[in-house]
């Protein structure tokens, strides 16, 4: 079965950091989307950061600069190096993947749209 635990969450003060990691099991985090979605209660799920099926790395407009998303191939981890804390970046941050279909007797596969995956989730709160 596939799955995807976040961890890294954690308390830290305004103008902190902090790291979050995703670890994969039973799935590669190469070759297909990924990213960094986050949500508060109330509110609609918020994506923050991806890293596409064709490499392009891509960040929502409130976290540009402040935000680093990256994978290691080696651990299977996608990780997000937030830096620049604020309170408005409090919420639940959720890693997700695209899913998977392979072919023939080899690795080959495509990509799948969408997000199939997703993570439990790992608290981040910011206070001021």
């Known amino acids: 079965q596939v799955q995807l635990v976040e961890s890294g969450g954690g308390s830290v003060q305004a103008g902190g950091s902090l790291k979050l990691s995703c670890a994969a099991s039973g799935y590669t985090f190469s070759g297909c989307g990924m990213g960094w979605y986050r949500q508060v209660p109330g509110k609609e799920r918020e994506w923050v950061s991806e890293i596409t099926k064709f490499g392009t790395i891509r960040y929502a407009d409130p976290v540009k600069g402040r935000f680093t998303i990256s994978q290691d191939n080696v651990e299977n981890t996608l990780s997000l190096q937030m830096n620049s804390l604020n309170t408005e970046d409090t919420a639940v941050y959720y890693c997700?993947?695209?899913?998977?279909?392979?072919?023939?007797?080899?690795?080959?596969?495509?990509?799948?749209?969408?997000?199939?995956?997703w993570g439990q989730g790992t608290q981040v709160t910011v206070s001021s």
């Open positions: 997700a993947a695209q899913g998977k279909t392979y072919y023939g007797i080899g690795a080959s596969y495509s990509c799948k749209s969408g997000y199939a995956y």
